[in-house]
């Protein structure tokens, strides 16, 4: 069963009971990504999630480290475009000490001056460290050129400018606008009761005063283009994107039976016409990234620097038989059991399920039911896979983004 209270100071607390298993995983969503930042302060909400675990008023970095370690649990943050996650999984008769733990996260940390630059120093090896990963590179320039002009095209990591100029005050004036209020959802699921859950968070949390920002969030608009980044590298990495449904959207389940058709699996067009028949890349697939009110679909290869133009069109002729075409019946079936099947499976995760009540939440202000999205799954047909794709796939929405030895004539 699924519960929901909202504390007084706007922190909205959501679990579910799983009486048949002794963990628990629990959850801090903090609306704030690189999304909610500009040039200014460009990799602010991941710089926070590192601070964070350098130490409170009453825990140094070692003591947050060993308080989960000791008890077999598991701690982690990820800072994402919209979305920044603090989560911990622990047994169930350690309840106590995890809501404690997280709230000390959001209501001590320290951001000590010597902790900030130590952290900018690894921060930067962080990005030289994408730098040096050209199937990493690729996607933030990518989704710099698709969404420029929007802080949605801005690096997660931000800038090395960037992160060396940041100041303390910056930081907390960051912190202290975001990660509170009804910016912030605590989420758990497994072996707990919702009352005792919110008495927890209520005593630990309650304290987390403050007004959250309140802002118009521009709605981002895809520019289609063609650049690239010129790097002396053994393959180019190419990335092909189209604008795609939002988290949303009616269509984002027509979307998700699409990508895994064209190459979400080893069975899909892309993987078995590129890699399996022609020997052409070695890594092929799509992916699809629904975003609060847009969407991005996106096609990632590597080949080398003669065949750029027989891959491209290789993708681009595949793309053009998804608007022509409608799937199969057998593809239909096998697309929608693999989107089925990953779903239910990862459904018996305490992690997933946490991660499932807060995706709900901050998208729907609901609860969607698992059966809701497998009758949803299950009421899309071949020509409405059709119809998006031919109004995602139109040839003048396309970006296309090359990194490495490579020009943009071989692009066209």
Request: with cysteine; hydrophobic share 40%; aromatic share 8%.
């Amino acid at each position: 069963m699924v519960s929901k209270t909202i504390l007084d100071n706007g922190i909205r607390v959501i679990s579910e009971e799983i009486d048949h298993v002794r963990s628990v995983s629990i959850g801090a969503w903090v609306e704030g990504g690189s999304r909610y930042e500009n040039g200014l302060n460009n990799g602010a909400a991941h710089f926070i999630e590192h601070m964070l675990f350098k130490g409170t008023d009453r825990r140094s970095a070692f003591d947050i480290a060993s308080a989960i370690d000791s008890v077999g649990g598991v701690m982690n943050a990820a800072t994402g475009k919209e979305l920044t996650s603090f989560y911990i999984k622990i047994p169930d008769y350690h309840l106590e000490l995890a809501v404690d733990l997280l709230a000390d996260l959001f209501t001590g940390s320290r951001f000590d001056e010597k902790d900030i630059g130590r952290e900018k120093s690894v921060i930067l090896q962080e990005i030289r460290m994408v730098e040096d990963t050209p199937d990493d590179k690729i996607h933030d320039f990518f989704e710099s050129l698709f969404w420029r002009g929007h802080p949605l095209g801005l690096p997660i990591l931000g800038t090395k400018e960037r992160i060396e100029a940041f100041r303390r005050d910056e930081l907390l004036h960051f912190f202290q606008t975001r990660y509170r209020g009804r910016h912030l959802v605590l989420t758990a699921a497994g072996n707990l009761k919702h009352n005792r859950f919110v008495d927890l968070v209520r005593r630990s949390f309650g304290s987390l005063r403050g007004s959250s920002v309140c802002e118009l969030i521009e709605v981002p608009v895809a520019r289609p283009g063609k650049d690239v980044l010129r790097k002396e590298l053994e393959q180019v990495h190419l990335l092909i994107g189209s604008p795609a449904p939002s988290a949303v959207s009616p269509e984002r389940h027509a979307a998700f039976l699409l990508n895994s058709v064209l190459g979400g699996s080893m069975s899909s067009r892309l993987f078995q016409e590129i890699r399996e028949k022609r020997g052409l890349a070695y890594e092929v697939y799509s992916y699809l990234t629904p975003y609060m009110d847009a969407g991005l679909f996106g096609i990632y290869l590597g080949t080398g620097r003669d065949r750029v133009r027989e891959v491209l069109g290789l993708v681009r002729e595949c793309l053009e038989r998804s608007c022509s075409e409608r799937l199969t019946e057998e593809e239909l079936r096998s697309a929608k059991e693999l989107i089925k099947g990953n779903f239910l499976l990862g459904m018996e995760s305490t992690d997933n399920r946490m991660t499932v009540l807060a995706r709900n939440e901050l998208c729907f202000g609901r609860q969607v039911t698992p059966e809701e999205i497998i009758e949803q799954i299950e009421a899309v047909g071949s020509e409405q896979i059709r119809m998006l794709a031919g109004k995602m796939f139109r040839p003048e929405a396309l970006t296309v983004a090359a990194l490495g030895p490579v020009s943009a004539e071989a692009l066209a």
